[in-house]
């Protein structure tokens, strides 16, 4: 099975020079890709997005991970598995309800708990496949 790393992106090279990050944003194992955490930044300014309404800063951060699938050639139709990291555990319902409006059933199982992160109010991380989960 070949491993193969894909990044930087190009769109998130702010963010990688602002943090300093050293990480691989896409792994593709095969048939399945692996995307690094995705928190609310706006990747042109790396400055954090709608941070007073979690709506909107949770649909940035699902909006850079549509753009690491984009960039692997893969869409949120290919996601099989989501993790979220919410900086504040009230947020849920509000993420859950964000959850069923980007994705479709048969859903991408997921995991969502509570972390006190760095930067943002939520971090996104997905696991892809080649294959689609639905045919729209």
């Given at each position: 099975m070949m491993?193969?790393?894909l990044g930087p992106v190009d769109a998130f090279q702010v963010l990688n020079e602002k943090f300093q990050l050293r990480t691989t944003p896409v792994v593709q194992i095969g048939e399945i890709f692996l995307i690094s955490g995705?928190?609310?930044?706006?990747?042109?300014?790396?400055?954090?997005a709608h941070e007073a309404d979690f709506k909107e800063h949770a649909r940035t951060a699902l909006d850079n991970v549509d753009k690491m699938l984009r960039a692997a050639g893969l869409n949120l139709d290919h996601v099989v598995k989501v993790k979220a990291y919410l900086k504040n555990t009230e947020d849920f319902p509000v993420w859950n309800e964000?959850?069923?409006?980007?994705?479709?059933?048969?859903?991408?199982?997921?995991?969502?708990v509570g972390a006190?992160?760095?930067?943002?109010?939520?971090?996104?991380?997905?696991?892809?496949?080649?294959?689609?989960?639905?045919?729209?």
């Open positions: 491993l193969k790393l995705m928190t609310g930044l706006d990747p042109a300014t790396g400055e954090v964000l959850f069923y409006e980007c994705f479709t059933e048969p859903y991408p199982a997921r995991t969502t006190p992160l760095v930067v943002g109010l939520i971090e996104v991380e997905v696991v892809a496949t080649t294959q689609p989960r639905v045919v729209r």
